[in-house]
């Protein structure tokens, strides 16, 4: 046992380095001179800044990248009508429940039997894990660059049909059920 | 199939088994626990073999040979799994699935499909076809029951036997020719037969869809029970599908002793009246809703003032009135609460329909055997007699009693509010209860809970056993059904012996006739 202990030497400061001034002074430089740079930048040049990197919320936002996972939506095929044909794969793999699905009948379309007549997802319970979109067999939802989800009570987080299918909006694609399966 | 008795010895994949002589390959490799699969082949069906997917291998023999139509003999080696067999069944499931649309994202069969089972274990999960897919009619009515879709159709034939050879109504055919074969309905594309539905049992695949359960739910998401239909006295064993506390479905559970594999359409579309929106929910005294508390407080206090005053007697007049749709633990609680009390007139009534001669039975309840053996008469009520107090188990119609009876108190347990009641307790349907109903032929089976009515439900059972509780000091009752059936068994001769799990799943026969006797 005694033979595995090793005693590590302490690593000795120089006088310069217990003097602690140096080392205050280098760092009161960069702030100053930061300083003066942003207020260049405020007072000048704002719109081609070289100092400053605040970001200016809720003007500005940033550019997520094309594979962040915000919240889910539904999305229309070209002429406007929803892809998603209530097969209820997302409802079934949801982790945290947050989809809700009420299928229903077509009655008067012959190529497309089953649709959603209602569709929720709770923002509160969705963790943005992507799981409908990766399930999705018609490729019907996704997660969209959407990531300030707010509200002042519960009710609002409950997304419907309608609301999902605007933030989805219209994705280009060559199957048209609604037209051939 | 005529066995005369005799047995052949046959070897199934190395296992040795010996079987009845005229068994077919399939049935014989049920025996060993090997699933042969199948599509067309039925037990109950007549053989037409031509699926083709049940394929297996037998010694000596140059080809392969399909399970359903070739028999054993004795000393035959039998392969259900070599390297010809599975080569055989994936050419059979390339072309079943050529022109198959692959919509089982919206198909109701999804999940329960045996094209879907087959093509993971015996597909190659590869098509080599290149070609347009053919076209057929979806989404064809058949009636108001079922629905077909000629593009999942494999063409097993099953629906057309079933109508032909066990309804005799021969209702669907093949038409056309070549790829363009499909079923078609006889004269204007109605399904008439009141049995109708069984065929999208029999359906291997997605072709036939009940226009019931239609996109109702996945059957992923439902829960099943292993209870019994309770529209009329045959007791058919079925297994009951919920979701979220809703029921959806029951499809038919197989007992040869019973209902065999079938049941009839009235009894499978017999459920709505559980998802019902308008249930009495909570106890009521007087209209107003009250805890259990409560409401047994005021049931036991008029009671206990029918006790006091005699019971039956002339002085203070108390009528039983039980419903056929109890089970019999719960009728053997309200018979020992009416005892406690000195009842002597106990009541019911057996709501009559049509029966015919396949399984529909007349008496449209399950437990009327039940409750003429726990001492209830099913003889009318005397409407001219003033009642004092009524106890009163309600039908599903709410019926079981004349309308104009005159009672001072009623204690009416109903699925609807009873604007009479004095008290007011909800109704537990047989889907929402464990239990056991005496079916037709005297066949003691189990009802079983397939979904939960209201948290804080109380079943009849308990509320029987805490009324009682309350009347007769140091009464205990049971905590589970089966608790009940033990102490049911134990008071009752034709009961003797048995046990919740020795009743089973597929129910035991009573000797009904001694014990009533006995008793």
Redesign the interface.
């Known amino acids: 046992m005694k033979n595995r202990v090793r005693v590590v030497k302490r690593p000795q400061l120089s006088f310069l380095e217990r003097w602690y001034l140096g080392p205050v002074v280098k760092g009161l430089g960069m702030t100053i001179k930061r300083f003066f740079g942003v207020l260049t930048d405020v007072l000048f040049r704002w719109e081609n800044k070289k100092t400053a990197i605040t970001m200016q919320y809720p003007e500005e936002r940033w550019d997520f990248k094309d594979n962040f996972r915000g919240a889910p939506a539904l999305v229309m095929d070209q002429e406007g009508r929803s892809k998603c044909?209530?097969?209820?794969?997302c409802?079934?793999v949801c982790p945290p429940k947050a989809i809700t699905m009420w299928?229903?009948?077509l009655e008067d379309e012959?190529k497309v039997?089953?649709y959603p007549e209602r569709f929720e997802i709770d923002m509160l319970r969705c963790i943005y894990c992507g799981y409908c979109e990766e399930a999705c067999?018609?490729e019907a939802i996704f997660l969209v660059k959407e990531a300030e989800i707010v509200y002042a009570d519960r009710e609002s987080f409950v997304y419907d049909k309608d609301k999902l299918h605007a933030m989805g909006g219209i994705r280009e694609d060559r199957i048209m059920k609604w037209k051939d399966? | 199939m005529s066995t005369n008795g005799k047995t052949v010895n046959v070897t199934i994949d190395g296992k040795q088994v010996t079987v009845p002589a005229g068994t077919n390959i399939i049935e014989a490799a049920r025996h060993v626990n090997t699933e042969v699969p199948h599509y067309c082949y039925h037990p109950r069906l007549s053989v037409v073999g031509n699926c083709r997917i049940c394929l297996v291998e037998i010694e000596g023999w140059p080809k392969l040979q399909i399970g359903c139509n070739t028999n054993v003999s004795d000393g035959m080696t039998v392969f259900t799994a070599s390297d010809k067999v599975r080569e055989a069944r994936e050419g059979v499931m390339e072309l079943l699935l050529i022109n198959h649309?692959l919509?089982c994202?919206?198909c109701d069969q999804a999940g329960e499909c045996k094209l879907q089972d087959y093509a993971v274990d015996h597909g190659t999960g590869l098509t080599r076809f290149a070609f347009d897919k053919q076209k057929k009619p979806?989404?064809v009515s058949w009636g108001d029951k079922v629905v077909f879709d000629a593009e999942r159709c494999i063409l097993c034939t099953r629906c057309v036997r079933f109508l032909d050879e066990l309804c005799g109504t021969d209702e669907i055919g093949i038409d056309f020719r070549g790829e363009k074969v499909s079923l078609i309905v006889r004269d204007d594309g109605q399904l008439t037969s009141p049995y109708q539905m069984n065929i999208i049992d029999l359906c291997p695949v997605g072709a036939l869809t009940s226009r019931d359960f239609?996109?109702?739910s996945?059957v992923?998401?439902m829960q099943f029970a292993n209870t019994l239909c309770t529209g009329c006295a045959r007791g058919c064993n079925v297994v009951a599908g919920a979701r979220e506390e809703r029921l959806l479905r029951m499809v038919p559970r197989f007992n040869a002793q019973v209902n065999d594999h079938w049941m009839c359409d009235e009894g499978r579309l017999n459920y709505t009246f559980v998802n019902d929106e308008d249930r009495l929910v909570a106890p009521r005294v007087n209209g107003k809703d009250v805890p259990y508390d409560d409401a047994l407080a005021r049931a036991a206090a008029i009671l206990q003032k029918a006790k006091e005053g005699g019971g039956g007697a002339a002085d203070i007049a108390v009528l039983g009135c039980a419903s056929p749709f109890m089970t019999n633990e719960e009728l053997f609680s309200f018979a020992g609460l009416l005892d406690a009390l000195g009842v002597t007139e106990r009541r019911f009534a057996i709501p009559m329909g049509e029966g015919d001669d396949m399984l529909l039975h007349p008496e449209k309840a399950p437990n009327a055997r039940g409750a003429r053996l726990f001492g209830f008469q099913d003889a009318p009520v005397d409407a001219e007699r003033d009642w004092d107090v009524v106890v009163h188990f309600a039908a599903r119609d709410g019926g079981g009693l004349p309308d104009d009876l005159n009672a001072k108190s009623r204690i009416v347990f109903s699925l609807q509010v009873d604007k009479n009641a004095d008290v007011n307790f909800p109704l537990t349907t047989s889907f929402e209860k464990d239990g056991t109903v005496i079916s037709a032929g005297d066949r003691l089976q189990r009802v079983s809970k397939a979904l939960t009515f209201a948290p804080s439900h109380l079943t009849e059972r308990v509320v029987l056993d805490r009324l009682r509780g309350l009347i007769e000091d140091g009464y205990q009752g049971t905590d589970t059904a089966a608790l009940a059936l033990a102490r049911i068994a134990q008071e009752h001769a034709a009961f003797e012996g048995l046990t919740w799990t020795g009743i089973g799943l597929q129910g035991v026969s009573l000797q009904l006739a001694e014990a009533e006797v006995g008793a």
Not at chain 1, 85 to 89: G, L, N
């Open positions: 044909v209530a097969c209820q794969i409802e079934f299928p229903a009948e012959d039997e089953k067999p018609e399966k | 649309p919509d994202t919206i979806k989404n239609r996109f109702k996945r992923w998401f």
